[in-house]
């Protein structure tokens, strides 16, 4: 059970927008920055958002990231088949000095 | 741009030590700020952050792990590696090396990856 949830999965039908949300607690994502990677199956996670809201260079500004008390949210505007993926919130957990994963949210494009 | 390769056995037997390099290139394994990290994915499952060793040669790692785990740093090889002792079936995921950049205790989260490689623990 990872101590950061998410819904087990989202989906939208192209040109949709879909958020994913991420709970957690004051030791973790109430006290720290939110980071979200996008994982497509068979491949290494990327790197989608930093720092709450923080895209690298070359993430399409289609991709959002947000945070509020413990909770931090990831939106996709414009949805693309190519956004069908796992999603990964992140962040540093306070009590278990290390980093913490959510479960995952697998997003299906309709 | 920063590029990792994991390598090491994909098999390795109950209560032995699994060992797995990460080369790096494109960049120096000393350059400061610069957090190398293991991750393992089990099958079906979420991330798990196994540890990290920084620029200095100061490790931090999982508490549910840390008692068998060593993360070392090879700087004439440009690499880093991971011993996880006494495994079990549990340890059996893909392992991920990844690289994060840090300063003043904030982070650009880990932009860099290697491919991943399957580790199966069985007789």
């Known amino acids: 059970q990872s101590v950061l949830t998410q819904p087990p999965s989202a989906s939208g039908t192209p040109g949709q927008r879909v958020t994913i949300s991420c709970s957690g607690s004051s030791s973790n994502i109430g006290n720290n920055y939110v980071y979200w990677y996008q994982q497509v199956p068979g491949t290494a996670p990327k790197l989608l958002i930093f720092r709450n809201n923080q895209r690298p260079s070359g993430v399409p500004d289609r991709f959002s990231g947000s945070k509020s008390g413990t909770s931090a949210s990831l939106a996709i505007s414009g949805l693309r088949s190519e956004d069908e993926a796992d999603y990964y919130c992140a962040t540093w957990d306070d009590t278990l000095s290390g980093w913490v994963f959510g479960g995952g949210t697998k997003l299906t494009v309709l | 741009q920063v590029q990792l390769q994991e390598s090491g056995p994909g098999l390795v037997k109950p209560s032995q030590t699994l060992s797995l390099t990460c080369a790096v290139s494109?960049?120096?394994?000393?350059?400061?700020?610069?957090?190398w990290t293991w991750v393992r994915q089990r099958p079906g499952k979420g991330p798990e952050w196994i540890g990290y060793?920084?620029?200095?040669?100061?490790?931090h790692y999982n508490p549910s792990l840390k008692s068998r785990l060593i993360i070392s740093l090879d700087t004439s090889k440009n690499q880093f590696s991971l011993k996880l002792s006494s495994v079990t079936a549990a340890d059996t995921a893909v392992y991920y090396c990844?690289?994060?950049?840090?300063?003043?205790?904030?982070?650009?989260?880990?932009?860099?990856w290697g491919q991943g490689t399957l580790v199966t623990v069985s007789s």
């Open positions: 990844a690289g994060d950049y840090c300063i003043d205790g904030v982070c650009s989260g880990y932009d860099y």
């Open positions: 060793i920084y620029d200095s040669g100061s490790t």
């Open positions: 494109g960049g120096s394994i000393r350059s400061r700020g610069y957090f």
